[in-house]
């Protein structure tokens, strides 16, 4: 199997901090989830920048803050996953996996002018 990555779609809600384990965190108001299954390119672009973040498990109740491994969740702009994307379908990866298409249409159909803070979270398992 290997880390497979759940791409979680956030409005981050700078308003609404939260104390996390005497870390604060930043409310992202859940707007979409993708299941991406392994994808190695996904590595550097979500390592490099850790979140301040946080969304709801689907109870409610649960603050989720980080992965499966303990890892915490990194986090990327809609446009850094859509640039990462592209790049790897046409720089070799597997251009016809099947779900790079309804990844590309998800964050593409985004009119990133009507959120407040859009990004993209990768939740390991």
């Known amino acids: 199997m290997g880390y ?7 409005d981050v809600c700078e308003n609404m901090p939260e104390t ?18 392994s994808v190695p390119a996904f590595f550097p672009l979500f390592d ?3 979140t301040d973040c946080f969304y709801y498990a689907d109870d409610g109740e649960t603050i989720i ?6 890892k915490p ?3 990327a702009s809609v446009e850094d996953v859509i640039k990462t994307v ?12 099947r779900r790079w298409k309804p ?3 998800l964050l ?10 859009l990004v993209v979270l990768r939740f390991g398992h």
């Open 20 to 37: 996390v384990n005497g870390k604060r965190y930043f409310w992202g108001e859940k707007v979409a989830t993708i299941e991406m299954g």
């Open 73 to 75: 969740l990194g986090m």
């Open 4 to 10: 497979e990555h759940k791409l979680i779609v956030v």
């Open 48 to 50: 490099k920048t850790p």
């Open 86 to 97: 592209e790049k790897e379908i046409e720089e070799g990866g597997d251009p016809n996996y």
């Open 108 to 117: 593409k159909g985004f009119d990133l002018s009507q959120w407040r803070n």
């Open 103 to 105: 990844l590309l249409g």
């Open 65 to 70: 803050t980080e992965d499966m491994y303990g």
